[in-house]
């Protein structure tokens, strides 16, 4: 197809604990289509984070194995030369904390020309300065004139998120990762960081990658999701579909432990996220928390399934899945 | 930022009142005073009485501390007993070779030291990392005068590369070429063994700031725009890292004094530190008094550097 | 009379500043702020960073100075540090925003539960143990785990330990500060629910503070909306999301995402004409200074600041 940008590839990325690899992200297959918003939703630990970074390649110590593929061209065994060309250039991502994302010794105008300076050799200093201001103007703050000489601790936190997002797309980057952009500010800074983000699709065409926590935000921004447990996908459709009628027991048990309307008790999930060194490595990650559901409904080496076009979903225990304080699902089972 | 500057030199005054009250109380507490090294031992109890008042020896300590600062205000610091002559006489000359090595052993800690703590920084955890760190602790547990004299046996006496004492060679016309080069050969060997002690406080600090500086977000973002490793360090990590550095300058100053004291000592050169040495073994007692008030001010001078420099520096505190 | 009755509350920080830093102006953190809580019910106190909710809760009980006001605590003044006695400060309790910093690294979970008994009731060791065990079993934690330290336990865990402490002495009313915000989704859950089954059985009063207006919905009877360290709307749950009438509680409720992506265009309709509103509105409410004015009745449960009129 030639509307996609990224592929990923039974990518898996490890980090080392006492002398051993344990992986993080674990056989992770997607893709990413231009002008496209990938929402990646998933609790601390799920590795959605580990994901973004091993797109980028910006762990410093970690193994990534499978394929990554930006426009054809495999991230994974690049040399650092060739990655550098690409980061900032082709890719770039947004941070999570505008408060320590910034240089706190260098004026946010030099922040910003560091990024044209290095993938566009023929702008000139005049023509840099010109970009930047032009950029502080596209990404909303007010007087870019000024702000170009401040530093970040004279600036509120949205307007820094606001800087960082001018830093990534300073050159049209065709590929755009987002990594938790507004779970640091206020709900009515982040209404208007996320519409930005919107605004800005619409303007570069880039594939942006959100990764977030918070349904909420990804119901409203996302074309796709996919949900992340325990270092895997588990569920991947597109937005509505996902919300309409979420399939794996992770994604439904999520949904009903966010407080919504009428709602008197919230749904808790059993037990805990495993941390990296007790995941479980064989069968459905998700067995452990869902213990009433036979062991025999789980696959032994679970696969994502189509259910329906662009449906995936991890595991075919969801078909035998119920909430247990939900008796008429119970006796019913799922359709 | 000029009002931090004020403010802080409002804290200063008071610092260095404080310090004249205490050299000035120390001074009153050791033995003799003004006349003792100056009269003839075989004058009358009257005589001296007369003597005494005449120099104001009798009045109020409050009098006399504002006489003695008076004195200082106008460069009037006494009269040294050994050298009969003016305190500050004794001292001048002495200064200017104290001044030249403390120049050179600054130049040598931050030749030094930065090259090491960058690397050592840089590459945390390497062979090359554990070397540099180890001499870090031996330069901690080595006093000064050992290390010094190790250096001036293998540098001075083996090797015969340096002169082993003085200031400056005998017969050299002052004002010369020549004169100033031999001046500054005497303060390369006791400036480096200085310089040596000194850069393993720098070097730890430079280290530790970098490996903290290496694993902040912002480095993060440096990479994700595309800069290459050498840039980042340049850039990003080196300049965060060694700004802080910057504000030890003025505390390096205090550490130079002790470091003075021992060195030109084991040198045998004729800086402030030998004559403070010196007037305490001939209980010149105008001389060290003056001298430890020289050495405070000194250290308040650089504390207030420090500070300032630190201000200029670091954005967070100029702005305010 | 009120169960806690805070009338015309104000927390003021100095500014210093000059060659002699003396105080130049004063942060006016929370700036006349008065409410009532009745026993039994969750009291929320919502506002963005900087509007003063969370010194309005550590100056109820006390972590910082009241500048003017009163605080009166089942009929007794307790506004001043000192008047604040034995008695107050078992009855109120405070849980914290950070279930990693606000538990003590170095101790073991029964010193960190035991702490507020030891403090106030003088029990054996044998006693003791038993009553930390008891209250770890109310929060669900295994009562196995009393020798084991904070890093130990998830955020989740953490934080129902620090419950467990602020319950200890069964205290009336616990201050809750962003109990909540620090935890994924999932223990958020548990903790609120957990919260909420507490509340019934030992009678509880919540004061919740919150920037999270989708959990202050879950879990309140009352809301009120703080900006700039001053209420903008007091009202029931229902008041405040069915009926809002100040333009900045519109901005806040229009703000929070839909979690439904049916809704997406009506939300984002909905937002672009709650931020035309505010700015052609602006004056109507807000003064000179950018803040609220007094609150107004506009019914006998919903308070709304409101430029008087006439």
Redesign the interface.
């Known amino acids: 197809m030639s509307n996609e940008l990224l592929k990923i590839k039974n990518l898996k990325t490890s980090f080392r604990i006492d002398d051993e690899y344990y992986a993080a992200v674990d056989d992770v297959t997607l893709t990413l289509n231009k002008n496209e918003i990938l929402g990646i939703v998933g609790e601390s630990g799920s590795g959605k984070s580990a994901l973004a970074f091993s797109i980028m390649r910006l762990h410093t110590r970690a193994k990534i194995e499978g394929e990554i593929s930006l426009n054809n061209q495999n991230i994974v065994k690049m040399p650092k030369s060739k990655l550098n060309k690409i980061r900032g250039d082709e890719m770039a991502m947004i941070f999570q904390d505008p408060l320590t994302a910034l240089n706190p010794l260098m004026p946010i105008g030099r922040q910003i020309e560091e990024n044209l300076f290095l993938h566009n050799k023929k702008l000139g200093q005049q023509g840099r300065k010109k970009r930047t201001i032009e950029l502080l103007n596209l990404v909303g703050i007010p007087r870019p004139e000024r702000v170009y000489e401040q530093f970040p601790h004279e600036l509120s936190g949205g307007m820094r998120q606001r800087v960082i997002i001018a830093i990534a797309i300073a050159n049209d980057p065709e590929l755009l990762i987002a990594d938790e952009p507004t779970t640091a500010l206020d709900v009515t800074i982040q209404a208007q960081i996320l519409d930005l983000i919107q605004e800005l699709k619409q303007k570069i065409h880039a594939g942006i990658i959100l990764i977030t926590h918070d349904l909420g935000v990804v119901a409203e921004m996302a074309d796709r999701v996919a949900v992340m447990y325990a270092g895997q996908i588990v569920e991947i459709a597109p937005v509505d579909k996902l919300f309409a009628n979420p399939l794996h027991p992770y994604t439904r048990s999520l949904l009903n432990s966010v407080p919504t309307e009428g709602q008197d008790r919230l749904h808790v999930i059993q037990g805990v996220v495993p941390t990296l060194k007790n995941l479980p490595r064989t069968g459905c990650r998700f067995a452990e928390r869902i213990p009433w559901v036979d062991a025999s409904h789980h696959e032994e080496n679970p696969d994502l399934h189509e259910v329906e076009p662009g449906h995936f979903v991890r595991c075919t225990c969801y078909k035998h899945f119920y909430f247990p304080d939900n008796k008429e699902e119970q006796e019913n089972g799922v359709s | 930022m000029w009002?931090f500057i004020?403010?802080r030199l409002?804290i200063t005054f008071p610092q260095i009142v404080f310090l004249s009250v205490l050299v000035f109380i120390m001074a009153q507490l050791m033995p003799g005073d003004a006349l003792t090294g100056l009269i003839d031992p075989t004058i009358t109890q009257e005589a001296l009485e007369i003597q005494r008042e005449r120099l104001g020896l009798n009045n109020p300590w409050y009098i006399q501390y504002a006489d003695w600062v008076t004195g200082l205000v106008q460069g009037d610091l006494g009269q040294s007993y050994r050298f009969k002559t003016d305190v500050t006489a004794v001292i001048s000359e002495r200064l200017n070779n104290t001044v030249l090595l403390s120049v050179v052993a600054l130049v040598f800690t931050y030749l030094i030291a930065i090259p090491l703590g960058l690397i050592s920084g840089r590459y945390n955890d390497s062979p090359l990392d554990s070397a540099i760190t180890g001499y870090t602790y031996l330069g901690f547990a080595t006093p000064i005068f050992i290390f010094a004299l190790v250096i001036l046996w293998i540098f001075g006496y083996q090797l015969g590369w340096f002169p082993t004492s003085g200031s400056v060679a005998p017969g050299m016309q002052p004002g010369t070429m020549e004169y100033y080069l031999s001046k500054l050969n005497h303060s390369l060997l006791p400036g480096i063994s200085i310089a040596l002690i000194s850069v393993v406080g720098t070097v730890q600090y430079l280290r530790s700031e970098i490996v903290d500086t290496k694993q902040?977000?912002?480095i993060?973002?440096?990479?994700?725009?595309?800069?290459?490793?050498n840039?980042v360090y340049n850039?990003?990590i080196f300049?965060?890292s060694v700004?802080p550095i910057a504000a030890f300058f003025g505390w390096e100053i205090t550490s130079l004094i002790t470091g003075t004291v021992f060195v030109e000592r084991i040198f045998g050169y004729p800086g402030m530190g030998l004559l403070f040495l010196e007037s305490i073994g001939q209980r010149d007692f105008s001389v060290v008094t003056a001298l430890t008030l020289l050495f405070g001010i000194a250290s308040i001078l650089g504390a207030l550097l420090s500070d300032i420099i630190l201000g200029m520096?670091?954005?967070?505190i100029r702005?305010k | 009379m009120a169960f806690l009755d805070v009338k015309d509350l104000q927390v003021y920080f100095p500014i210093k500043g000059g060659i002699l830093n003396r105080t130049v102006d004063h942060i006016r953190a929370v700036d006349g702020v008065s409410f009532e809580l009745e026993q039994g019910k969750t009291y929320g106190l919502v506002g963005e960073s900087g509007s003063g909710k969370s010194t309005t809760g550590r100056a109820i009980i006390g972590l910082e100075d009241v500048t003017s006001g009163q605080v009166l605590f089942n009929g007794k003044d307790v506004t001043d540090k000192k008047a604040k006695t034995k008695d107050f400060r078992k009855d109120v309790q405070m849980i914290f925003q950070d279930p990693y910093s606000s538990l003590n690294p170095r101790k073991r979970v029964l010193d960190i539960v035991a702490e507020p008994l030891r403090n106030y009731e003088k029990l054996s060791k044998l006693e003791e143990r038993k009553r930390v065990q008891e209250l770890l079993d109310i929060v669900n934690v295994s009562s196995d785990s009393i020798f084991k330290y904070p890093h130990e336990f998830s955020g989740g865990q953490r934080q129902r330990i620090g419950i467990a402490r602020a319950i200890a002495l069964k205290p009336k009313l616990i201050i809750a500060d962003e109990p909540v915000s620090a935890l994924d989704v999932s223990v958020q859950a548990q903790v609120l629910n957990f919260l909420q089954e507490i509340q019934k059985e030992l009678n509880l009063t919540y004061l919740f503070i919150s920037h999270d207006l989708g959990v202050v919905k879950h879990m309140c009877d009352n809301i009120s909306i703080m900006y700039k360290g001053r209420y903008v709307e007091q009202g029931s749950t229902k008041d405040i999301f069915e009926n809002p009438q100040h333009i900045y509680t519109k901005r806040l409720i229009a703000a929070i995402p839909d979690i439904d992506p049916k809704n997406r265009e009506r939300q984002f309709k909905f937002r672009q004409e709650i931020a035309k509103e505010y700015r052609e509105s602006y004056d109507r409410y807000f003064d000179g200074n950018g803040l609220a004015f007094g609150l107004q009745s506009i019914s006998s449960t919903h308070k709304v600041a409101l430029p008087e009129k006439g």
């Open positions: 009002k004020v403010r409002l902040k977000d912002f993060i973002t440096a990479r994700a725009k595309g800069a290459s490793e840039r850039r990003h300049r965060n700004l520096v670091d954005p967070r702005i």
